[in-house]
């Protein structure tokens, strides 16, 4: 017993430590990045880095703040090394693990399940409660029908942000050598579509109460968006 107990909490530290390094990590790369822009540097970066980390240990509920600015941090380090190429068979091989760990081996659910128990910033979390009926027997063994109130959670992992984001920044990149507005205007051009598909994924899980991967349709919507791009004439690459 005391060996099992040992041994999850050996385990819980190692996960803290792991997601303060992701987090700080990603979190420098976000602030550094506006740091160029705003006018503060390294060192500044790195204690916002930090702070960013640690207000997640403190006060758990900020997990959201801390998975979107994380999933911004690791889409611009994507983005640094990949070319475009590279991108798109990087999104490919993703989308069909994501369908895989799904709906075959079914690990992501589990996962999922834990970083919203465990208030992990891998993943934003949302929740809700909602009323259902559900029939229970008395002890006589007469069925009947209740309204029964459950709180229903839905996680979105970090990876389905920040991969569409980075593809739309690989993009980006390798537009800017033709003009800056056009890449612009395809970046954005290709974010709306991403958001938009990640707004019919949401509605849909929500409606049919189901673990879906997300990856595949919000890639497929940030593919959509940036063939428009390119058709239209607006992506030169």
Do not use: W
Not at 71 to 79: P, R
Not at 134 to 155: C, F, H, P, S, W
Not at 157 to 172: E, W
Not at 190 to 215: G, T
């Amino acid at each position: 017993s005391t060996l099992s107990s040992s041994s999850a909490a050996s385990d819980v530290y190692k996960r803290q430590i792991m997601e303060f390094v992701i987090l700080s990590s990603a979190g420098f790369v976000v602030f550094y990045g506006i740091g160029v822009y705003v006018g503060y540097g390294t060192y500044e970066s790195v204690a916002l880095a930090l702070a960013l980390a640690l207000a997640k240990f403190i006060e758990p509920r900020v997990r959201n703040i801390t998975a979107v600015i994380s999933s911004a941090g690791i889409a611009v380090m994507f983005a640094m090394f990949l070319s475009l190429t590279e991108a798109v068979i990087f999104v490919i091989i993703m989308s069909v693990y994501d369908y895989v760990a799904v709906f075959i081996t079914r690990h992501m659910v589990t996962m999922a399940t834990e970083f919203g128990k465990r208030q992990l910033s891998f993943s934003i979390s949302s929740q809700e409660k909602v009323m259902r009926k559900v029939k229970v027997a008395d002890a006589k063994g007469v069925k009947r029908t209740v309204i029964e109130e459950k709180i229903e959670r839905l996680e979105l992992g970090t990876g389905d942000i920040a991969l569409p984001l980075a593809f739309a920044l690989v993009v980006f990149k390798t537009a800017v050598p033709h003009g800056f507005g056009p890449a612009v205007a395809s970046f954005i051009i290709i974010s709306v579509f991403s958001a938009m598909a990640l707004a019919i994924v949401l509605f849909y899980v929500r409606k049919r109460r189901l673990f879906l991967p997300a990856l595949p349709p919000i890639m497929l919507g940030t593919v959509v968006g940036c063939m428009i791009a390119y058709v239209s004439g607006i992506l030169i690459i």
